[in-house]
């Protein structure tokens, strides 16, 4: 969060004045929402932990009994698509985050590039998809 403050502060000073028209150059739509992506995984780990940890905004929380307190919380359908909306941010996160982590490595490299390419989508999709599949599965009720 830090580095993210600072490498916005850092552009604000490189060019006071905003862009009359900004044209979209080859960037993916991960790129583009790392500051709203980012935010939503804050919220959501406020939320999380005020959820499940302390059970502050679960109403049917009980203490110690994760399997219940998911249960509970995820048996509410507005919650349920809160954490997948975040899992999507999260995976695009990922997928953006480990991209740039291996070109600020220096694997910026044809030779390269196919490699990372399908490396940050497959972790992203598998972390997403399986963090999806916990709100999933109590909605489907196949987890009760």
């Known amino acids: 969060m830090w ?5 916005t502060q850092m552009n604000r000073q490189a060019r006071p004045a905003d862009y009359a028209r900004r044209d979209v150059v080859h960037t993916t739509y991960a790129s583009r929402t790392m500051r709203w992506g980012g935010i ?3 919220l959501f780990v406020l939320y999380h932990l005020l959820d499940l940890t302390w059970g502050v905004t679960n109403p049917d929380y009980v ?9 509970a919380s995820f048996s509410r359908w507005w919650i349920s698509l809160f954490y997948i909306v975040a899992q999507v941010a999260l995976g695009l996160h990922l997928y953006h985050g480990l991209w740039s982590l291996f070109q600020s ?3 910026n ?7 990372r390419s399908a490396f940050a989508h497959a972790f992203a999709w598998i972390i ?12 489907a009720g196949w987890v009760r």
């Open 3 to 7: 580095a993210a403050w600072q490498l």
């Open 40 to 42: 939503i995984i804050l």
């Open 63 to 71: 203490d110690k009994d994760v399997y219940h307190n998911v249960v």
């Open 105 to 107: 490595l220096g694997w």
């Open 109 to 115: 490299h044809p030779r390269f590039n196919r490699w």
């Open 128 to 139: 997403t998809l399986g963090n999806i599949s916990f709100p999933l599965a109590v909605l």
